[in-house]
């Protein structure tokens, strides 16, 4: 069974960092895509960053370009997601998310499986 398990959520003051965390585990396939999706309250869920886990292309929303980063480290099948420069509109749900194959959807209903979601909160 696949499983993915976010953690690293919190409350920073606007300007601050975080760093987010996804493990996944319950399988052995080497051709799939990772990505962070948030959730913000009464918002539909985003598209936010995501992974090529075989090749390690890396597509991000506008929103965050610059500013955020994803990264693997592929032995572990772990995705981070270094949050720089946070601004009150990042307030959110993140979840991460995998689906099968080598494309990273920016559209997060292409999306199989999901962690349980982590809360970050930016605000003085």
């Known amino acids: 069974e696949v499983q993915l398990q976010a953690y690293g959520g919190g409350l920073v003051q606007p300007g601050g960092c975080l760093r987010l965390s996804c493990a996944a585990s319950g399988f052995r396939f080497s051709s799939y895509a990772m990505s962070w999706v948030r959730q913000a309250p009464g918002k539909d869920r985003e598209f936010v960053a995501g992974i090529r886990w075989s090749g390690g292309n890396r597509y991000y929303a506008d929103s965050v370009k610059g500013r955020f980063t994803i990264s693997k480290e592929g032995a572990k099948s772990t995705a981070w997601l270094q949050m720089n420069n946070l601004k009150p509109e990042d307030t959110a749900v993140y979840y991460c998310?995998?689906?099968?194959?080598?494309?990273?959807?920016?559209?997060?209903?292409?999306?199989?499986?999901w962690g349980q979601g982590t809360q970050v909160t930016v605000s003085s």
């Open positions: 998310a995998l689906r099968w194959g080598s494309t990273v959807h920016t559209t997060p209903q292409r999306y199989t499986y």
